[in-house]
């Protein structure tokens, strides 16, 4: 009769007067309308909303950028929008720039994959 519910991702949202510093990690998708210094980590969906601005780098499934976003970001697949403004490098599976979406910056075909940086890493600390 009754059925379980299947889990929702829990959503976290920076309001457009928040600015925050630091390292963020979110177990859900995240909207910011505000201003964020800092990384952001999360384990769904990230959008920037045309208000909000992240000086950082960003590790997610998804990014949406309505707004400004400066750093790199690590996804499966980034949206720009209209106003959206992307300074950095990208490292994503799909990308896809909207009329009018503006991307300064360099995309890498390299998505979530962080064990070659740390396979590098190591190696330079051997020489």
Known sequence: ?????????PLSFIAQECHLTGKLMFSGDV??????NGDI???GNVTIEPSGTVEGDILCRELKIA???S???????????????????AYCENI????????LGYRHRDPLSTSSANTDA???DKA
């Open 71 to 89: 750093g790199e970001a690590r996804c499966k697949k980034i949206t720009l929008h209209e106003q959206g403004v992307f300074e950095g490098d």
């Open 67 to 69: 707004g400004q976003m």
């Open 122 to 124: 190591k190696t330079a």
């Open 31 to 36: 909207l910011i309308a505000g201003h964020v």
């Open 96 to 103: 896809e720039i909207l009329d009018g979406g503006q991307f």
């Open 41 to 43: 980590q999360a384990q």
């Open 1 to 9: 009769m009754f059925g379980q519910k299947k889990p929702v991702n």
